[in-house]
C-alpha cells in the first residue's frame, strides 16, 4: 500500500520555471525523505525533513513538511533539461526498521529547453 | 566509496523459472533493502536484511525469499516464476542501527542501478 501519494503524476514545464510537487501521506512519520529516479534507473536521494523541520533547503530544492496535514512539497527553482525524471516522496512505515521506505507512485517531470 | 552494484542488469526468464538477485552494499553499510517497482504497483519493499537476519518483510509471496552474508552482500531468489514478477528490482543500502534505536528514524537509503527481470 502507498504511504506517500504524490501530485501531479506528471507536469511539463519549461527550462528556467519552477516545480512544485506535493506529498501526502497517511500515518505519523519521524522523517520524509525525496527521491530522484531517471528513467528506469536507481533512485537518488535528494532531500530528508525531520518531523520537527517544518523547511529545508539543498541548492535549488527547497522541501516543506506540514505534519498537521500529513503532507510535503518539494519545489525545484530553476528547473533545467536534467531535471526531467520522475520524484518519490518516501516515509518510514515504523516497526523500528532502517529499511522499510514505502514510496508514493511518483511525480513525472519533464523539463523542456 | 564505492556505490551499490547489482547483478546481472538484466535477465530474460520463462515462467517456472527461478532466478537469483545479487546486491553488493556500499563498503561499510549493514542494512540491505529490496524493491519490486512496477508500471502498476509501483514501489514495493520486499525485505531488510541487518546483519545477516531479515528485520522486516513486505506483502510478498513466500516465492520470494533473501540473504544476506557476513560481508553484507545479499541475495535475493524468486522461484516458480510468473509473468507478473517482470519488473526492476532495487537493492538499497544504509549504515544500519540497531533495531529499537532511534525507533522509526528512517536514514537516507543508496540505491543501485536495478536489476531488470522479463519473465516470457
Known amino acids: 500500500s502507498q504511504q506517500g501519494e504524490e501530485d501531479p503524476q506528471a507536469l511539463s514545464i519549461q527550462e528556467g520555471e519552477n516545480a512544485t510537487m506535493n506529498c501526502s501521506y497517511k500515518?505519523?512519520?519521524?522523517?520524509l525523505q525525496w527521491y530522484r529516479q531517471n528513467s528506469g534507473r536507481g533512485l537518488v536521494h535528494l532531500i530528508l525533513?525531520?518531523?520537527?523541520?517544518r523547511e529545508k533547503h539543498s541548492g535549488r530544492l527547497r522541501v516543506t513538511l506540514d505534519t498537521s496535514k500529513k503532507s510535503s512539497s518539494l519545489l525545484i527553482t530553476a528547473s533545467r533539461a536534467a531535471d526531467t525524471a520522475s520524484y518519490f516522496c518516501?516515509?518510514?512505515?515504523?516497526?523500528?526498521?532502517?529499511?522499510?521506505?514505502?514510496f508514493g507512485k511518483g511525480t513525472k517531470l519533464s523539463v523542456k529547453p | 566509496k564505492a556505490g551499490v552494484t547489482q547483478t546481472p542488469r538484466y535477465l530474460i526468464k520463462t515462467r517456472g523459472q527461478q532466478v537469483t538477485l545479487s546486491c553488493s552494499p556500499i563498503s561499510g553499510h549493514r542494512s540491505v533493502s529490496w524493491y519490486q517497482q512496477t508500471p502498476g504497483q509501483g514501489l514495493q519493499f520486499l525485505f531488510e536484511y541487518f546483519s545477516e537476519t531479515q528485520r522486516n518483510k513486505g506483502n510478498f509471496p513466500g516465492r520470494f525469499s533473501g540473504r544476506q552474508f557476513s560481508n553484507s552482500r545479499s541475495e535475493m531468489n524468486v522461484s516458480t516464476l510468473e509473468l507478473g514478477d517482470s519488473a526492476l528490482y532495487l537493492c538499497?543500502?544504509?549504515?544500519?542501527?540497531?533495531?529499537?534505536?532511534?525507533?522509526?528514524?528512517?536514514?537516507?537509503?543508496?540505491f543501485g542501478p536495478g536489476t531488470r527481470l522479463t519473465v516470457l
Open positions: 500515518t505519523s512519520i519521524n522523517n
Open positions: 518516501a516515509t518510514g512505515s515504523g516497526g523500528g526498521s532502517q529499511g522499510n521506505l514505502i
Open positions: 525533513i525531520r518531523s520537527n523541520e
Open positions: 538499497a543500502s544504509s549504515p544500519g542501527l540497531l533495531a529499537g534505536t532511534l525507533r522509526n528514524s528512517y536514514n537516507e537509503q543508496f
